[in-house]
């Protein structure tokens, strides 16, 4: 009896060790059930095509031929050689820079004069998003009739205010052609940005403007040292899907100019377009995309370190 009774403390036990371990292997398997099916379609639908993005970049194909020559780094190393894709990449830096400045600011400065309307801000709102609606297709359409040296609204204004020294084929000369192409693009994704901006300024705390009203501080120091601060997260979002957008930029380019004139337009993504489908050299445009994701990465990492050790 006295084995009996000291043994059934240790069966107890044991039987609320199963439990908890059967309790701990349902608990898994109901998280399996609702990770494995995003994971399986991270898997096939990213990690496998990077996979075999970066095995490709490794030969020298053609597209269609059975047979694939490895060529090893050697892709690569043409690519560092290829002035053309130089210059892509060195426009993709300049793209990036012009849409910082003409991005990361004014919109802020938009939603903030909007945040500010007494009345009818719901349709600032709605016209400002509104391009962000439209395709880059339509987009590009557009703002190709609107620099059109003849008939474009741009420089018909500029004749008829006496300013024709002013007025340029704007996707046609090379000190243009960039900047007007920048200007398609951000406009474009305009109201995506104020949007967030506006959303971020619903979270700021008011009561700082007003201590901030009583010690006298003006507007530019209540934007530089309270508004800025206050939507540091937003705008290193804004920042973020900027610099990503920038270095993607592909349809706008290819619907308004195609990387002309004289490549002044070319930027990595149109040149690997070009290399994969019209020069044929699908591992060598596979290794420029790759440098080209590599960068982008970099860069996001990069800025995400640095934020974070700042703050």
């Not at 004069?113 to 400002?128: E, Q, W």
């Amino acid at each position: 009896m006295m084995s009996k009774t000291a043994a059934a403390p240790e069966l107890a036990a044991h039987a609320r060790a199963g439990h908890r371990r059967a309790r701990s292997r349902k608990k898994w398997l109901v998280y399996a059930s609702f990770l494995m099916p995003s994971f399986l379609l991270y898997g096939i639908f990213l990690l496998w095509p990077v996979i075999q993005a970066v095995q490709l970049s490794l030969f020298d194909w053609d597209g269609s031929s059975s047979t694939m020559t490895f060529v090893g780094m050697g892709n690569y190393t043409r690519l560092a050689e290829d002035p053309i894709f130089l210059k892509g990449l060195s426009h993709n830096f300049i793209w990036v820079l012009l849409s910082l400045i003409l991005v990361v600011i004014p919109t802020l400065l938009l939603a903030i004069l909007i945040s500010k309307v007494k009345k009818g801000k719901l349709l600032f709102r709605a016209g400002f998003y509104l391009p962000s609606v439209l395709s880059l297709a339509v987009i590009g359409v557009l703002w190709s009739k609107i620099y059109d040296p003849n008939a474009g609204p741009i420089n018909e204004v500029l004749r008829k205010l006496g300013l024709e020294s002013l007025t340029h084929n704007w996707l046609g000369e090379p000190l243009t052609v960039l900047p007007a192409l920048v200007v398609a693009s951000t406009w474009a994704f305009y109201g995506l940005y104020m949007i967030l901006y506006l959303a971020g300024l619903q979270n700021v705390d008011y009561s700082v403007y007003e201590a901030a009203d009583i010690d006298g501080a003006g507007p530019i120091g209540k934007f530089w040292h309270i508004t800025v601060p206050s939507l540091s997260n937003t705008i290193n979002v804004v920042v973020s899907m900027v610099v990503i957008y920038a270095f993607k930029g592909f349809a706008i380019v290819w619907i308004m100019t195609q990387g002309g004139p004289f490549y002044m337009s070319e930027i990595v993504p149109t040149y690997v377009y070009k290399a994969a489908f019209s020069m044929n050299k699908v591992g060598y445009a596979t290794a420029g995309s790759l440098v080209l994701g590599i960068i982008v990465m970099s860069f996001t990492f990069l800025f995400n370190y640095l934020r974070e050790k700042r703050e």
